[in-house]
């Protein structure tokens, strides 16, 4: 069984930072695509930024060039920098995970694809 634990958020803001992490526990034994997602009431969950194993990435536009995802294999571990933070980003963040091939070289599948999800963490920005 995989387990996803989101740690990092809080309230900063209009400017600040915050780095999101996200621990796997449980066995993988394949390659991965690792992502954040966030929600805001009434809204759909949307995709802010997703890492292969390999070390693809991919970012929404809306946090291009103020947020970096990476993640610590030997750690088992994810993370989300996020600087520049406006209040738009306001929200809850999930990490989500799904299995693909050692043959794949990158992250593309719909939010369905994702097979783990962890509890989520919410990041206020105030003006």
């Known amino acids: 069984q995989v387990q996803l634990v989101e740690s990092g958020g809080g309230s900063v803001q209009s400017g600040g930072s915050l780095r999101l992490s996200c621990a796997v526990f449980?066995?993988?034994?394949?390659?991965?695509?690792m992502a954040w997602f966030r929600q805001t009431p009434g809204k759909e969950r949307e995709e802010v930024a997703t890492?292969?194993?390999?070390?693809?990435?991919r970012y929404a536009d809306s946090v291009m060039g103020r947020f970096t995802i990476s993640e610590d294999i030997a750690k088992n571990t994810m993370y989300l920098q996020m600087n520049s933070l406006k209040p738009e980003d306001t929200a809850m963040y999930y990490c989500?995970?799904?299995?693909?091939?050692?043959?794949?070289?990158?992250?593309?599948?719909?939010?369905?694809?994702?097979?783990?999800w962890g509890q989520g963490t919410q990041v206020t920005v105030s003006s």
């Open positions: 989500a995970l799904y299995r693909t091939s050692y043959r794949s070289t990158g992250c593309g599948g719909p939010l369905s694809d994702y097979d783990y």
């Open positions: 449980g066995a993988i034994n394949s390659a991965t695509c």
């Open positions: 890492i292969h194993t390999f070390g693809t990435t």
